[in-house]
């Protein structure tokens, strides 16, 4: 399963990039585990925040962005290992759904793309900057519009898509979307799922007051 957070605050944005890199000194998520967070590992080759943000920063400068407080400027899927996936098959399932994403949203728009192995799932980061072709608007030929880029079509495709591109590569035992596995405690309710995977991403990113100014932030939830 898949959830995606958006983000509208460059301030927020900093502190996301912080804590993927495992920056924030006093991270809200407890489930971190630190003698395992050397094992944590970037798919783009920015390790740290600070490069991560000045590529966004970049990034920004060469599209035409909206000026409204409330513009989502930075998107992240966070995207967990499945449940029947065996260990010694972590990083290729990860690499190839980078690379599914990277393929999906634009290799410019990356802004980072980091595998935490130091918590109880294994799961990937990537977060990119939401952007559309337009015709020389005010002189640029991308612009920002997560509107566009994250529609509730991409929400109900990211899954099938994303199966059959993990089948094409080698990877059909990776099941992303065949429902849940008894592993998983059996048949759920849609409504069931989604409280469960609002929980785990609160979890995952902590008390959201501590990302910053940001109160127009928000995350949506793609189910299987």
Same mark, same amino acid.
């Given at each position: 399963?898949?959830?995606?957070?958006?983000?509208?605050?460059?301030?927020?944005?900093?502190?996301?990039?912080? =804590?993927?890199?495992?920056?924030?000194?006093?991270?809200?998520?407890?489930?971190?585990?630190?003698?395992?967070? /050397?094992?944590? !590992?970037?798919?783009?080759?920015?390790?740290?925040?600070?490069? %991560?943000?000045?590529?966004?920063?970049? #990034?920004?400068? +060469?599209? =035409?962005?909206?000026?409204?407080?409330?513009?989502?400027?930075?998107?992240?899927?966070?995207?967990?290992?499945?449940? /029947?996936?065996?260990?010694?098959?972590?990083?290729?399932?990860? $690499?190839?759904? +980078?690379?599914?994403?990277? @393929?999906?949203?634009? %290799? /410019? +728009?990356?802004? @980072?793309? &980091?595998?935490?192995?130091?918590?109880?799932?294994?799961?990937?980061?990537?977060?990119?900057?939401?952007?559309?072709?337009?015709?020389?608007?005010?002189?640029?030929?991308?612009?920002?519009?997560?509107?566009?880029?994250?529609? $509730?079509?991409?929400?109900?495709?990211?899954?099938? /898509?994303? @199966?059959? !591109?993990? +089948?094409?590569?080698?990877? %059909?035992? %990776? =099941?992303?979307?065949?429902?849940?596995?008894?592993? @998983?405690?059996?048949?759920?309710?849609?409504?069931?799922?989604?409280?469960?995977?609002?929980?785990?991403? &609160?979890?995952?990113? *902590?008390?959201?007051?501590?990302? *910053?100014?940001? #109160?127009?932030?928000?995350?949506?939830?793609?189910?299987?």
């Amino acid at each position: 399963m898949a959830s995606i957070i958006k983000i509208s605050d460059v301030h927020s944005v900093n502190n996301i990039l912080r =804590h993927c890199a495992r920056e924030v000194v006093e991270s809200s998520n407890v489930d971190i585990d630190t003698e395992r967070t /050397d094992k944590n !590992y970037s798919l783009v080759g920015r390790e740290a925040a600070r490069e %991560a943000y000045r590529a966004f920063k970049e #990034r920004l400068s +060469n599209i =035409h962005c909206y000026n409204r407080a409330n513009t989502v400027k930075m998107c992240g899927w966070i995207v967990t290992a499945p449940a /029947d996936l065996a260990p010694e098959r972590y990083q290729e399932f990860f $690499k190839v759904t +980078n690379d599914f994403l990277t @393929q999906r949203y634009g %290799a /410019d +728009n990356v802004i @980072q793309s &980091t595998v935490h192995m130091d918590e109880a799932t294994p799961h990937l980061h990537f977060n990119f900057v939401p952007t559309v072709k337009c015709d020389n608007f005010e002189g640029f030929s991308e612009k920002l519009c997560c509107k566009e880029v994250i529609s $509730k079509a991409e929400l109900r495709n990211f899954h099938p /898509d994303l @199966q059959n !591109y993990l +089948n094409k590569n080698g990877l %059909a035992d %990776a =099941h992303v979307h065949t429902g849940i596995t008894k592993a @998983q405690g059996g048949n759920r309710t849609v409504k069931e799922m989604k409280a469960e995977r609002s929980h785990e991403v &609160t979890r995952e990113w *902590g008390n959201t007051k501590n990302w *910053g100014k940001d #109160r127009e932030h928000e995350y949506q939830v793609s189910h299987k």
